[in-house]
Every structure is written in structure tokens, then in C-alpha cells.
């Protein structure tokens, strides 16, 4: 017979019950702050070049997928790129972008905080986005994280005490990629902008043929170097969109998004 050690360290998954002990994003712009509690404020490989990477998106609700994207991310970078990883962030878009099924704003920031803050050591939520009064242009997000991290903070300290400009890089699936083709959808001249001045990881999705769009996309094509295609090793086909249907239906969604954010969703009484 066993008995139970209640000072035991809690494993991965009860830890994941818990509410995250840090300071949590704001429901209001003028109380925003930037989170930084895991962002390097160091280069550890003088001969890298930092790299934070943000992941555009209505998360509603975040699921395993939005969180395996980020580590297949982190993969392609150490095997193939010169590029550090310092931090990476969810942005959830405002309550001001019209898409069906999209749960406010806070409670988008919140089911982020709760799904990373007690599973990563290097992921983020940044509430900026959502907080705005109007929907913002995803260029215009990758130009707050820069200002953020290289104007107001200075980018990061190398080994000698100077300072390094650190790259900012749209984290995005292959669908995001093939909506650029959807007439009106996004300015040239911020498809210039994203993919020029910061660039793309791309991670391939089920049925979609980003190597066959980036050929024939001219922006894209004209920017392949800065664009960096990641091949789903293991195919992971779950959605929002999928998960919102099963709540709606009163099906399980466990397994498929982490258990403190299916509490969230149930104590919130959200997508029925």
C-alpha cells in the first residue's frame, strides 16, 4: 500500500491546474504592460543572432496545436538556422476582428496565460493587440513587438556588453500564409513589410502546399529568403473551430487543449 507524500513537487499536469504566479496581462490599454518574466535579456552563442518569435491569432480557444507550433518553431531554429531563440509570444487579435466564434478578449488573454504560464519556460502572451479600439493590422503588431524589444529595451546584451539588435518573426500556419492570396485582404505594402523587414516561419498544415503558394505568390517568392517553411514531422489537425463544435455539442475536448483551460471554458460558460 502506498501512501501519498503531500510535499511532493506537483507533476506537470496538476501543475497546469493551477493559477500561473505571475503578474497577468490587463483587461484595460491604459493598465498594459509588456511582459518580459521570460524574455532573455542575454545572448548565451555570441555568434547567433537573437531571434523572438509572435504568433498572430484569435486563439479562441488556444489548443495543443497553437502550442506545438512554437516547439517545432524552436526545432527548425536550432538545427538549421543561425538564429537564438530569446522569447516567444501569443498576440490575440481585439474583439474588433469579425470572426465567428471569437469569445472576448480577455477571456482569449486569459486562456493563453493559463495554457502557457504553467507549461512553458519560454512562451508569452502579450495583451496589446486585444486591447486596441479597432482591429490592427498584423504589420503593425510586428512593429509594436520591435518597438517594444529593440527601441524601448535595446534589443539584448551580447558577450562583451554591447548591445544586438534582436529579429522579430511572424510565427504562422499554412493557412494564414494562403489567405495573403484573398483579394483586399492584406496590403502589398504590408506584405512587403512583414516579410522584408521581418520575416516568416511557416508551419506546413494538412492539405496545404505552402511550398506550391510560395512559387506563386509574387511577394512571397520576391522574399522567400526571410520565409522559412517547417514540416510537421507528426500531423496535428486539430482546430478552434473543431473545439468550439464539440462544446457547442456538449462532446469531450479533452486531450486536445489543456485542462485548465477546459476548466476556463466550462466555469465561463463559453462557446455553448
Not at 11 to 29: C, F, G, N, W, Y
Not at 87 to 93: F, K, N, T
Not at 170 to 190: H, M, N, R
Amino acid at each position: 500500500m502506498t501512501t501519498s507524500n503531500k510535499n511532493a513537487s506537483p507533476s506537470v499536469t496538476e501543475r497546469e491546474e493551477d493559477d500561473p504566479i505571475i503578474k497577468l496581462q490587463p483587461s484595460r490599454l491604459e493598465d498594459y504592460f509588456f511582459p518580459t518574466h521570460r524574455l532573455k535579456s542575454r545572448l548565451e552563442d555570441n555568434t547567433k543572432e537573437p531571434l523572438v518569435i509572435v504568433a498572430c491569432g484569435s486563439f479562441s480557444p488556444i489548443t495543443y496545436l497553437h502550442l506545438r507550433i512554437f516547439e517545432m518553431a524552436k526545432d527548425y531554429i536550432i538545427d538549421n538556422t543561425h538564429f537564438e531563440i530569446i522569447g516567444g509570444y501569443y498576440s490575440p487579435v481585439s474583439d474588433h476582428y469579425t470572426k465567428e466564434g471569437l469569445a472576448p478578449s480577455h477571456h482569449r488573454v486569459r486562456m493563453c496565460e493559463l495554457a502557457v504560464e504553467r507549461t512553458s519556460q519560454w512562451l508569452m502572451v502579450d495583451a496589446w493587440e486585444s486591447l486596441q479600439a479597432e482591429y490592427t493590422q498584423t504589420a503593425l503588431v510586428m512593429d509594436h513587438f520591435n518597438e517594444e524589444v529593440n527601441t524601448k529595451r535595446g534589443g539584448v546584451t551580447i558577450a562583451d556588453g554591447e548591445t544586438r539588435k534582436v529579429k522579430i518573426m511572424l510565427l504562422a500556419g499554412g493557412d494564414l500564409i494562403e489567405s495573403f492570396k484573398v483579394p483586399k485582404l492584406w496590403l502589398d505594402e504590408d506584405l512587403h513589410h512583414i516579410l522584408g523587414d521581418y520575416g516568416v516561419l511557416i508551419v506546413e498544415r494538412t492539405g496545404a502546399d505552402v511550398w506550391g503558394f510560395l512559387l506563386s505568390h509574387d511577394i512571397l517568392y520576391q522574399h522567400r529568403k526571410n520565409v522559412y517553411v517547417i514540416k510537421q514531422l507528426i500531423y496535428n489537425d486539430i482546430s478552434s473551430t473543431k473545439v468550439r463544435l464539440f462544446v457547442k455539442r456538449g462532446m469531450s475536448i479533452k486531450y486536445l487543449l489543456p485542462n485548465a483551460v477546459i476548466k476556463y471554458i466550462q466555469a465561463n460558460g463559453l462557446y455553448k
